[in-house]
Structure formats: C-alpha cells, structure tokens
C-alpha cells in the first residue's frame, strides 16, 4: 500500500524547498520517492518532478483565457483537478504499492482551509481504491484510507511569523483550520528554524511556540499596540478556539540539518503509520555514522545506560 505526504502550506513556507530535501533523505536511505507537483503556478521546481499538473491544466492558460485572476485560476484548476481525478489515479498507478510520494501542494491558504476540493480528491480516491481493492493495478490509491492512514498532510509554517504575535494567532488558526478541513492525520512544522536568529528576537522560549502554550501571554502583547486593542475580544475569541481544541502543536525543521529531517520523517511515518524496513534502518545508520560517527555512538551508547539504569531501579 502507497504512502504519501500531501505538503500544505502559505507563499514563502518552503514547500518546494521541502519537497526536494525531504526526497534527497529519503532517497538517501533507500526510499522509493516521487513527487507530484500539484502547484500549477510553480514553474520554478527545486526537483524534478514525477508527476506535474501542468500536464494535465496550465494556471497562465486559464487566466487568459477565463479572464480570471491568480486566486480565480487557482481555485479553477484545482477544480479542474476534482473533476478530472482519472488522470492523477492514471498517472500514480504507473508505480508499485510500495512506492513513497511527496505531494507538492498550491500555497492559496482557502484551498485547504475551506475550499473543498483538494478535501474532494482524496475523498475521491478512496472511493476508487474501495472499487478497485480486488485488483493490484489501482490498489495504490487505497493510501488515502484513514484506517489505517497511509497518508499525512504536512503543513508548513515559517517559524518568522513566531517573531509577530498577530501572525502566530493567525498561523495557529490557519493550521487548525487545515486539520479540521482536510481530515486527515496532520503534522505541523515551523520551517527555517536555521535562520530564527536572523529575525527579530523572540519574547518566548521556542518551545511555548513548539508547544502552543498558554496564549493569554501573546494577547497581552498585542494589547500593548494600540491598533490592535479594537480586536481584543475577537483576538480572544480566536485564541480560546484554539485552546478548547487542544490540536495544533509544532515541530520544527532545518531543512539543511540531516539530523532535523530525519526527526521530522520519524513523526510523519509515526503519523502516516509507515513502517521502515531493515534496509531503511541499516542506511540510516550507516548515512549518521559517517556523518557524526563519535556523536551518534555516544547518544547511541547512552541510550542503552539509560535502559539498563532503569532496569535496576
């Protein structure tokens, strides 16, 4: 059964970015990856793509021809897409069940906040997967089954908007917003950790952004900005919707630190419930004993002096 990881996330998050280290790790301990551009507006790729929706319906096509803006054409090709999901199930079932996808997503926030489309799709393959479940040749498509998930949405933030209390509020809402509409398993990620130094300095440790701790603390800065004390109530409102559903927490990721993938990877296949084989571990191990060879056998090494001290307590 196919696993995949559908990558959300607004303009500037990293998607792309991403999308081409998260296949270098991967293809680096021995994954079979590819990744579907599903962005039809992105011309640039850091990777080379497998599966390209611009094969299928081109953003600047539609603009011109519909008379529509980016956003309107945005929200027609995905439709598009809906309608014509055939050709995606035709393209991805070119590939064996074991195979691993990276879903490269459009960063328009209403296509995964409230727009039903994208939710449509993967709701559209389940359905051909439960049709098709005596035959090996569209079995793939069963990897948006919930039960169990073969598939996560991954949603991405810039850890810069942690700098700016009106922005955190609002990328914990764009985040719940994602989780409750595409109802799938989720992992959020504040990307370019590496470079939270360059920005303004934070007035939290980042472990009460990690863990989206008590954000009374964030309305009390925004209420020390005289535009924002007209929103106090609604930034409250906001803030209490977040809270009550206890569901949005953060990891954070580097995407040029091996090790920081590697730590982002562990929890999309906890949450996608993919199981690495012993190849995969055996290149893992090799790929960080070359990399950090005194260090990983250390903590390799203390790991098991914890065990054996608890064992004689």
Not at 38 to 44: G, I, T, V
Not at 112 to 117: E, I, R, V
Request: proline share 4%.
């Amino acid at each position: 059964m196919a696993t995949a990881q559908l990558v959300l996330g607004p303009p500037g998050s990293g998607k792309s970015t991403y999308c081409a280290g998260m296949r270098e790790f991967l293809s680096s301990i021995g994954r079979k990856v590819s990744v579907v551009n599903l962005d039809p507006a992105n011309e640039s790729l850091p990777y080379k793509e497998d599966i390209n929706i611009t094969d299928l319906v081109r953003l600047e096509e539609v603009m011109e021809r519909l008379k529509l803006g980016p956003n309107g054409g945005l929200v027609y090709c995905m439709e598009y897409l809906e309608t014509n999901v055939d050709w995606l199930v035709k393209d991805m079932a070119v590939k064996d069940a074991s195979h691993y996808y990276i879903i490269d997503c459009p960063g328009q926030v209403e296509l995964y906040t409230h727009h039903s489309s994208l939710r449509n799709i993967t709701n559209r393959l389940k359905e051909e997967g439960m049709k098709a479940s005596e035959g090996f040749v569209f079995f793939f498509v069963l990897f948006v089954l919930s039960l169990p998930p073969q598939v996560v949405s991954v949603h991405l933030i810039d850890c810069e908007n942690c700098t700016d209390p009106s922005k955190f509020i609002s990328s914990l809402l764009v985040s719940l917003s994602c989780m409750l509409q595409i109802e799938l398993p989720h992992v959020n990620i504040l990307t370019k950790i590496d470079l939270l130094s360059k920005y303004k300095e934070l007035p939290f440790d980042i472990d009460y952004y990690t863990d989206v701790m008590d954000l009374s603390y964030l309305l009390s800065l925004l209420s020390d900005e005289s535009f924002f004390n007209r929103y106090k109530k609604l930034n409250e409102a906001i803030i209490s919707i977040v809270e009550d559903h206890s569901l949005v927490s953060f990891l954070t990721l580097s995407i040029q630190d091996k090790e920081s993938v590697h730590k982002v990877s562990t929890e999309i296949d906890r949450a996608s419930g993919y199981i690495m084989n012993q190849d995969e571990r055996d290149a893992l191990t090799s790929s960080f004993l070359s990399s950090y060879p005194a260090e990983y056998q250390y903590m390799k090494n203390m790991g098991v002096r914890e065990k054996l001290t608890e064992n004689k307590d």
